[in-house]
């Protein structure tokens, strides 16, 4: 009997601190975009401003992620298959990005790719621009969203073992032909997981491209940038569109991981 | 022949990758930060508003992590152990946090929680104000580091033990919590690294008052833009120590834990 109350207690604190820290700050995106009705926010949708800015973001993620998911899998291949030479001190790399401050990820980008830096000078007497302009938001993108997929798939890789492999190997099939046939669909599910990550993180980032970008409002303004700079020129309304847009891109992301969760439970290897 | 020609291509690429995005980069700061001196990087790191910026940075970061370690293994223990109505969408939640662009977060928080808060709390540009934005994006990482592990938890024991007379806070603390610390403390770790760099979360929130509110991200982000690289990058390399060396500090931790666990 004494059970009861300690139980419904415990879920209360821990329904409270969630609904405090949580629920409230997102639900509170909706309602403070919707505050002044729908006039401003079709207003902000539509705006010049905003499309471009939500394209910006579009092109940084469309270029990141397929090329990030391309080096996770191999990456991933490498560390665990080959047992490459070195794998522990390039997988410490690999990791980086998730210890580093957003800030110092761009820092670094300009320290290599501005007009001091160790490559960027000899770009820009070439006529080509990297920091300040689309290709350094790119690098920036690429950077703070590398290692989801390598992560994923490591211990998928692992877990899957190699017997299926090895039997494909003796009859005879190639090394792609095994790795379109058998291994990338056995960790098919860690891919999706870790696309889904890389994606949300790049579509989300901010410190590293406010760095690169210099933030020059209607040129390098993606769409994190556009919520703070319209936040701060009191554009309420038009920043918590824009934050909308984002959250419920969130929420898609979540839910999507959530499905996938299952599906791999039901396929019989969970992470 | 042909595989091993294969197998050097992809190693060939993958490496050059990560060269290029991450390591060349790297070596960038680390040499921009080094290659001044020690006695330039000594000044930069101990300028007054720095070194304020630091304590900071790390004294929040390190209530973020005690208050996750508590918090996170509450709502973990909450959802495995208990069924209650809503319980699959509020397990759910915890991932938006990950999800979600720290920029949202930082000015949703702003918007109900400061000067202008519909519930007449305001914590915008306050120190409290940025631990509740920190707390907000590490929220996850205790909560799926200890579920796991409460999943595994052996039933039995606890049962053995609750029916020889022992109460639930003795079973929690001799039974239940070694089996979890390993997870509290990478968990834990983790949320305070995250902590430690932040800055989208809290540039908004904070309000970034010098010895008062300004956190080390924002830090180097004013050096970069006043156009003192050298002095961002002693700053930048100094919170990468710190970050690398508390995350091999809690590793340790986790695996001695873990291996004391059986």
Known sequence: MRAKPVKWGLIAVALAYLLAILVIPVGAVV????????????????????????????????????????????????????????RNFFSLFADLPLALSPVVIGLSL??????HGWFGGWFFEHGIRIIFSLPGMVLATIFVSLPFVVREVVPVLRAVGTEQEEAAEV?????????????????????????????ARALGEYGAVAVVSGRMTGQTET????????????????????????????VIVVVAVNLIVRKEDIDGHHR | MRRRGQGALSLGLAVGYLGLIVMIPMAALAWAGLSQGAASFWAAITEPETLAALQLTLAISAIVAIVNAVMGTLIAWVLVRYRFPGRGIVDGLIDLPFALPTIV??????????????????????????????????????????????????????QAAASLGAGPLYVFRRIIFPGIRPGILSGSGLAFARAIGEFGAVVLIAGNLPFQ?????????????????????????????????????FDFLERRSAREAG
Request: aromatic share 10%; charged share 15%; net charge neutral.
């Open chain 2, 213 to 249: 509110t300004k956190m080390s991200s924002v830090d180097i982000f004013g050096l970069i833009e006043q156009d003192k690289p050298d002095a961002a990058a002693a700053v930048s390399l100094t919170l990468l120590v710190i970050s690398l060396a508390s995350l091999a500090l």
């Open chain 2, 105 to 158: 977060a930082g000015l949703t928080l702003l918007a109900i929680y400061g000067p202008n808060s519909p519930f007449g709390v305001n914590i915008g540009f306050t120190r409290v104000g940025i631990a509740v934005a920190l707390l907000l994006v590490t929220l996850p990482f205790v909560v799926r580091a200890v579920q796991p592990l409460l999943r595994e938890a052996d039933l039995e024991a606890e």
């Open chain 1, 110 to 115: 300009v320290l290599v790719w501005g007009i």
């Open chain 1, 223 to 250: 769409a994190t940038i556009f919520v703070d700079s319209q936040w701060t020129q009191f554009n309420e309304e038009a920043a918590f569109t824009a934050a909308l847009v984002l959250a419920v891109i969130a």
């Open chain 1, 171 to 199: 009859l005879g099939a190639s090394p792609s032909r095994i790795f379109w046939r058998i291994t990338l669909p056995s960790i098919k599910w860690g891919v999706a997981y870790g696309v889904i990550l890389t994606t």
């Open chain 1, 31 to 86: 309602w403070r975009a919707f505050q002044a009705g729908l006039d401003p926010v079709t207003e902000t949708l539509t705006s010049d401003l905003f499309l471009h800015a939500m394209w910006l973001t579009l092109v940084c993620t469309l270029i990141a992620v397929p090329l990030n998911t391309i080096f996770g899998v191999m990456f991933a291949m490498l560390v665990v298959r080959r047992r490459m030479r070195g």
